[in-house]
């Protein structure tokens, strides 16, 4: 008898509960009504309603987790691709998806973030509770604040490109200057070295990329472009050699952005060509 009724008020519970989920605004009353708890009073669910949403709700999830294998683990990001967006992808893709030894004459872009005090990702310590402050289970702060710098960079299927450090913000204006001081120049030294192959630049679509002053230097300077989808950073070959210098940058912090972009460029200039 003890049993049968503590399978009643469980199984009520999870009702309750599950009226609960399938709509946040409504009332104890309104939830007694729909599921036909007359003989509950309207108090009486509102307390159900607080022990289930902590007690029941947790020991469900426990259950449904242990039976299931699932685990607490912190949720995988990525980047929002509107639909419009999506379907440009798809098409760029299915456009040049029978390309091989044509990627060998592109020349690949981007831009760089660098942390002062090492990655800014979420970092986890396992401790005991109320020890949160003890040396061995906090980490120190750098006394700088943090801060990054911002590189540019570029690389070819031949070999890497310069990599240049940005300072201050970067308009259209400093990006024009970042191509025909730093990209042009690379890009001269491998048309005399590879005098048969008809490079194609490519940049993502960052409003400074597609500003007229940079496309009139382009024009001017006979460099054709490689048309880009939005919010594609992830097609650009070049993220895979940022996550290679991050590796080999280690999680070092730094006082001067000088500093770190020695480091930052010492990392980019030890990938070997195989890497690319």
């Excluded at 009353?29 to 009073?41: C, K, P, Q, T, V």
């Excluded at 570029?154 to 070999?159: H, L, P, V």
């Amino acid at each position: 008898m003890e049993n049968c009724l503590i399978d009643w008020v469980f199984r009520t519970d999870r009702m309750i509960l599950r009226e609960c989920t399938n709509d946040l605004f409504s009332s104890a009353a309104e939830i007694r009504d729909n599921l036909r708890l007359s003989h509950l009073s309207i108090r009486r669910v509102q307390r159900r309603l607080q022990q289930v949403g902590i007690d029941l709700h947790y020991l469900m999830l426990l259950l449904f987790a242990t039976q299931f294998g699932l685990h607490g683990r912190r949720p995988a990001t990525k980047p929002f691709i509107s639909s419009k967006n999506v379907r440009k992808r798809i098409q760029f893709a299915r456009q040049y998806v029978d390309w091989q030894n044509q990627w060998r004459r592109m020349l690949w872009s981007d831009e760089s973030k660098f942390n002062m005090a090492g990655s800014d990702g979420r970092q986890w310590v396992r401790r005991p509770v109320r020890e949160r402050y003890k040396p061995k289970y906090a980490k120190s702060s750098v006394k700088c604040g943090g801060g990054n710098i911002m590189v540019w960079g570029c690389f070819s299927y031949y070999g890497l490109g310069p990599l240049h450090l940005i300072r201050g913000t970067m308009d259209r204006f400093g990006y024009k200057r970042i191509l025909e001081e730093v990209m042009n120049p690379h890009l001269q030294t491998l048309e005399a070295e590879l005098p048969d192959v008809d490079w194609t630049f490519q940049q993502d679509n960052d409003p400074k990329h597609k500003s007229r002053v940079v496309s009139e230097w382009f024009q001017e300077n006979g460099i054709i472009t490689l048309p880009w989808p939005a919010q594609s950073p992830d097609l650009n070959p070049i993220e895979n050699l940022w996550a290679e210098v991050e590796r080999r940058q280690g999680r070092r912090s730094f006082t001067k952005p000088e500093e770190l972009f020695a480091e930052v460029r010492s990392a980019w200039e030890s990938i070997p060509v195989q890497r690319l």
